[in-house]
């Protein structure tokens, strides 16, 4: 190519690269980063028993509304070794005796607490009105219990399996139950003629938070040796249970 040419090929090039007549296009503004404008402090459990162990973690609310973990190799906290919980900088939680303590976590200037409580799971174990039962009886029967039938019927072989009481309780509480025992006191509202009877669950059997369970016992024999001396039983007998029990880890 002759250097004519060339110069001719330069300035088309240098057409195409000029652009036509009109305004020029605004520059579009970087997006800022979002930033941290508070903390949250949580952890997998705040209510613990003696001994239990627990995380802690942390979140940032943003400037983008968003709420996101900060990851742990960013911040640690600070060990603690208070009388109720101990914390080491992993953040491990360690329950050490009952009551509650408060850990405050500092993380770029911006400050959030969290309250740990150490507490006794409690057992509690109340009447359920529950129908059906150990032998599918089909009416609720856990707070009265009739008796009909000609006194007649019954005699020195058969008494003693008369009065039998049946029941459902259940553990209202968070803890877990063993070895539960029960006082039946049986009220005969005719004459307020009173009769204890108790009993127990198999002693391996652990009733867990919400759990129903059934009872049952055998016999009345006070009630039973009336009707053998020819006294009625006319009204309701009712019947009261208290239950105790053992309160052992959840498994």
Same mark, same amino acid.
């Given at each position: 190519?002759?250097?004519?040419y +060339?110069? *001719?090929?330069v300035? $088309? /090039?240098?057409?195409?690269?000029? #652009? %036509?007549?009109g305004?020029?296009?605004? @520059?579009?503004?970087?997006?800022?980063?979002?930033?941290?404008?508070?903390?949250?402090?949580?952890?997998?459990?705040?209510?613990?028993?003696?001994?239990?162990?627990?995380?802690?973690y942390?979140?940032?609310?943003?400037?983008?509304?968003?709420?996101?973990?900060?990851?742990?190799?960013?911040?640690?906290?600070?060990?603690?070794?208070?009388?109720?919980?101990?914390?080491?900088?992993?953040?491990?939680?360690?329950?050490?005796?009952?009551?509650?303590?408060?850990?405050?976590?500092?993380?770029?200037?911006?400050?959030?607490?969290?309250?740990?409580?150490? +507490?006794? *799971?409690?057992?509690? $174990? /109340?009447?359920?009105?529950?129908? #059906? %039962?150990?032998?599918e009886?089909?009416? @609720?029967?856990?707070?009265h219990?009739?008796f009909?039938?000609?006194?007649?019927?019954?005699?020195?072989?058969?008494?003693?399996?008369?009065?039998?009481?049946?029941?459902?309780?259940?553990?209202?509480?968070?803890?877990?139950?063993?070895?539960?025992?029960?006082?039946?006191?049986?009220?005969?509202?005719?004459?307020?003629?009173?009769?204890?009877?108790?009993?127990?669950?198999?002693?391996?059997?652990?009733?867990?938070?919400?759990?129903?369970?059934?009872?049952?016992?055998?016999?009345?024999?006070?009630?039973?040796?009336?009707?053998?001396?020819?006294?009625?039983? *006319?009204?309701?007998?009712?019947?009261?249970?208290?239950?105790?029990?053992?309160?052992?880890?959840?498994?």
């Amino acid at each position: 190519m002759n250097s004519r040419y +060339a110069g *001719l090929a330069v300035a $088309l /090039v240098l057409c195409v690269s000029c #652009g %036509g007549g009109g305004g020029s296009s605004s @520059p579009i503004a970087p997006t800022p980063t979002p930033t941290i404008t508070s903390i949250v402090i949580g952890a997998g459990r705040t209510t613990l028993q003696v001994g239990e162990t627990t995380g802690i973690y942390l979140f940032g609310n943003y400037s983008n509304n968003t709420v996101l973990p900060i990851s742990t190799t960013e911040w640690d906290c600070t060990p603690t070794n208070g009388s109720v919980i101990s914390i080491i900088a992993d953040c491990t939680v360690t329950a050490l005796a009952l009551g509650t303590s408060t850990y405050t976590q500092i993380f770029q200037n911006l400050t959030a607490s969290l309250v740990i409580t150490v +507490a006794d *799971l409690v057992v509690n $174990l /109340v009447f359920h009105e529950a129908a #059906g %039962g150990p032998d599918e009886e089909p009416e @609720p029967y856990w707070w009265h219990l009739s008796f009909l039938g000609d006194p007649a019927y019954f005699n020195e072989e058969s008494y003693a399996y008369f009065g039998g009481y049946e029941g459902h309780g259940k553990n209202t509480g968070d803890g877990c139950a063993r070895n539960v025992t029960w006082t039946f006191t049986a009220v005969d509202t005719n004459d307020a003629l009173l009769e204890l009877d108790s009993g127990s669950l198999l002693w391996t059997q652990i009733i867990q938070p919400g759990e129903v369970f059934e009872f049952e016992g055998c016999c009345l024999e006070a009630m039973a040796q009336r009707i053998l001396n020819g006294v009625s039983i *006319l009204t309701d007998l009712s019947g009261e249970v208290e239950f105790s029990s053992t309160e052992v880890t959840c498994p």
